[in-house]
């Protein structure tokens, strides 16, 4: 891991960052590589402008091979300034989504890259551990459950969570679709939702 700090923020690489990195540099179009790593730039600073805006403060941005991480330096901000800050990321792929396909017209790269910022908010808000749409039912959860039912409920989320990657990856195995860098994918969720 390579780790060092600029403007008082500590920002890791992972080597699995590098991996990851390396293996899509193996496709033959890097250009849409590129324009998804713009549309999780995007996502990212959502989150740190919203960040910035409830008052939170940066403290880590982790690259690793599953994405980029951002790590506040307070962990526990009020309930609304949390759930406010884990929508900013999708917030902003939204947002160029429609601002992408307004300007797509004859365009087909830009209409891709409208396509690919809808995707990356969509993934993001799903109910995974690992994603955005995870951590804010767990708040959900936490403020407004007891902690029994919290624990119940997040059980009963995380099952079906794992029933559901569970079924996505059969699809993709029996239907032949997909690639090895998809199939990785869902297996890494797989395995983040279990021993999460």
Partial sequence: MIEFKAFGIKISFDFSFFATLALLMLLK?????????????????GHLILMNLAGGKLEKISFYGAGIKIVPAHKIMPFF???LILLGGPLANFIAF?????LSFKN???????????TVGIFNLLPFKAFDGGRILDLIFGNFLSIQNA????????ILCVFLI?????FFIINKSGNITLY???LYFLVCEIFA
């Fill in 151 to 158: 624990s119940k409920a997040a059980m009963i989320l995380k």
């Fill in 81 to 83: 300034k949390d759930i």
């Fill in 108 to 118: 087909n790269d830009i209409l891709i890259f409208a396509f690919m910022n809808l």
């Fill in 98 to 102: 429609s601002v992408a396909f307004l």
């Fill in 166 to 170: 569970g079924i996505f990856f059969c």
């Fill in 184 to 186: 990785l994918t869902v």
């Fill in 29 to 45: 179009d890097t250009k849409y590589i590129i324009l998804g790593f713009y549309a999780c730039m995007l996502h990212e600073i």
